[in-house]
């Protein structure tokens, strides 16, 4: 296998060990895979046609400039203090077409997927799918990769009652 | 539905202390027609910013009830609003959301329109062989029946029976002044969409908006993560949002006004935890120092039937929309002033996605809990819902002092510690919600 060939498996690996952590409600090791100074961007549509671009401008759905705003939401789901999060949702992510968007390097894999996230709501006995695509920005650290950046972009972005992190 | 049907669901006697709503109010199917004839048809409704259309040929799409309607700036600068269907084979004409546009094009048969709402071009007319009867109608967009400005705020209604703008908001208008006087360029949506949608009925957001007695049980978690932040290193300190249990030691209070309209207030400890604090200074010498205290204060204002204009952390205008006496669509907009710093805009939107967003921290959790209300009222023994007596002892007919301080004519006024979380907020909008469907149920006008 070319080098390329294997950073691009490691990097969709450690996509599709975010899915796996998000479904199994393993939030410890999902937010581990997270750098401190990552950023994490849900922008909102500012039309049917176009995206938010700056989140310090527009509208976003989640915008952390780093994890901690992440680590937030888990404390409020830890709480059991959250009816839209008591019973947890059960969700199952389908993560593909991952592609490199630039030439991947032994320090940086900057990465395109296509996601969908199917989400059984115990509470209404409803299901919904969200769907749509994510590019992440993926950096060598001492222990292995960390996101460092993740953009996901909500296709279907007219909610029903709720979104947290765990639905896309 | 007959009148005293109708009259069974609002259990409304104040000499007893005693106002109540019956479950069904919620839930019976055939209020979604009469609410919307009687009230969404015959009330104005907010369309637009005059801000989103400041230039001619600006356009919005909005809604009054289940009609679209195209909001334009026409060529002469006038705001006009005209029922988006196409004449010929009633198509929705305008899919856009806004944008600047000299002519609407239907995409079906090809009929256009200028921002006037005059029909310019009917498709191959002249070899249509058309009759003189078709030559003799109106081939022009529909005009709605009203169209009101108000501080930036463009209202419209279906129908030619309501009072003046000014009149139907009445003394509701000075807190909605606080909201739109912020800056001395006028108020803005902050582009992005926010809608969602949730199983319940329309009036659990009209409760919710200006209901102080659910924060600190619906918003515990809520609550939680912001006493986790509070040492300045844990969590989203970006947002840089309020200590929220600070707000249980303050005092606040209500009132209530004419065409169920309501607004709840609250002292708030930390002013400075608000993004206009920085322009504080300006706003004092531009407005003075009563109406700027009174904009660093907790406001939240029900516009009845289906406007909030909320500003208990960063300032909303939120919309709601019945699609079913079961189902409403919701429109969440970030209200900012013009001309905002960045980095107070971004400070203004981090506390707004904290929030408010269906995928913020408190929203989603108020949410849930109208689709369990919505789920409890089919339960056929619950008839009256005890949610609307809190307060009663406390409530002052007319202006109280405090009211007549701020040049204000209240129906009624109440002002209490915190703890009051008073329900009579509710009372207003359920008198008017049960006014207008008895006079249309009477074949009456609803302003005569």
């Known amino acids: ?168 | 539905m007959d009148v005293n049907q109708l009259k069974s669901y609002i259990d409304d006697r104040p000499e007893n202390g005693a106002f109540r709503v019956h479950r069904a109010v919620f839930s019976d199917p055939e209020l979604f027609e009469m609410e919307q004839r009687y009230i969404f048809e015959r009330t104005w409704q907010f369309l637009a910013l005059e801000s989103e259309i400041a230039h001619p040929n600006d356009f919005v799409t909005a809604w009054i009830g289940r009609t679209s309607v195209l909001v334009t700036r026409d060529l002469e600068g006038e705001v006009r609003a005209f029922v988006n269907v196409c004449r010929h084979k009633g198509a929705a004409l305008c899919r856009g959301e806004r944008g600047n546009a000299k002519y609407h094009v239907c995409a079906y048969h090809g009929w256009a329109y200028d921002t006037g709402g005059r029909n310019v071009y009917i498709k191959d007319g002249k070899q249509g062989c058309y009759a003189p009867a078709f030559d003799a109608e109106d081939h022009d967009l529909l005009p709605i029946a009203r169209v009101g400005r108000y501080k930036g705020l463009v209202f419209g209604s279906l129908s030619a029976a309501v009072p003046p703008l000014e009149d139907f908001l009445g003394e509701i208008r000075f807190f909605i002044d606080l909201a739109m006087e912020q800056s001395p360029q006028g108020m803005e949506f902050i582009p992005g969409r926010a809608n969602y949608f949730y199983r319940g009925n329309w009036k659990l957001q009209m409760d919710n908006g200006v209901d102080f007695y659910h924060l600190t049980s619906t918003h515990k978690s809520f609550l939680t993560v912001q006493e986790r932040r509070r040492d300045g290193t844990a969590g989203n300190q970006d947002a840089r949002q309020f200590d929220w249990s600070k707000r249980l030691s303050q005092d606040g209070g209500m009132f209530q006004f004419c065409h169920g309209h309501t607004v709840g207030w609250l002292n708030l400890a930390e002013v400075e935890k608000r993004p206009i604090y920085p322009s504080i200074g300006d706003i004092r010498k531009r407005v003075g120092d009563l109406r700027a205290d009174w904009m660093l204060k907790l406001r939240n204002l029900v516009l009845f039937p289906n406007v909030q204009i909320a500003d208990s952390t960063s300032l909303i205008l939120r919309t709601f929309r019945p699609l079913a006496v079961d189902r409403t669509e919701m429109q969440l907009r970030c209200l900012a002033p013009i001309g905002e710093p960045p980095e107070q805009r971004a400070w203004r939107l981090r506390q707004f996605e904290d929030f408010f967003n269906a995928s913020g921290l408190a929203t989603p959790d108020d949410t849930v809990l109208y689709e369990d209300c919505q789920a409890g009222y089919a339960a056929r023994p619950l008839q009256w819902l005890q949610g609307y007596a809190r307060g009663l002892t406390t409530l002052e007919p007319g202006a109280s002092a405090l009211a007549r301080s701020l040049g204000i004519n209240p129906v009624s006024s109440l002002q209490g510690s915190y703890y009051v979380q008073n329900e009579a907020i509710f009372h207003p909008m359920y008198r008017e919600w049960a006014r207008l469907l008895e006079c249309g149920l009477c074949g009456k006008e609803s302003y005569p």
């Open chain 1, 1 to 168: 296998m070319s080098e390329a060939r294997a950073l691009l498996a490691a990097g969709e690996e450690l996509l599709q060990r975010e899915g796996v952590y998000l479904d199994e409600q393993r939030w410890d090791e999902w937010i581990a895979l997270f750098a401190l100074d990552c950023e994490y961007w849900v922008p909102t549509w500012t039309s049917d046609r176009a995206l938010a671009t700056d989140p310090q401008r527009e509208m976003s759905h989640i915008y952390y400039a780093n994890r901690q705003g992440l680590e937030d939401r888990i404390v409020r789901i830890r709480s059991g203090l959250s009816p839209a999060s008591t019973p947890m949702p059960r969700t199952a992510h389908l993560v593909t077409a991952v592609l490199a968007l630039e030439a991947p390097t032994p320090e940086r894999l900057n990465l395109r997927s296509t996601w969908s996230s199917h989400v059984f709501f115990p509470r209404r006995r409803t299901s919904h799918t969200f769907f749509g695509y994510a590019h992440y920005e993926i950096a060598r650290r001492e222990n292995g990769w960390l996101i460092q950046r993740k953009k996901v972009v909500l296709q279907n972005d007219y909610i029903p009652s709720m979104l947290d992190f765990y639905c896309i």
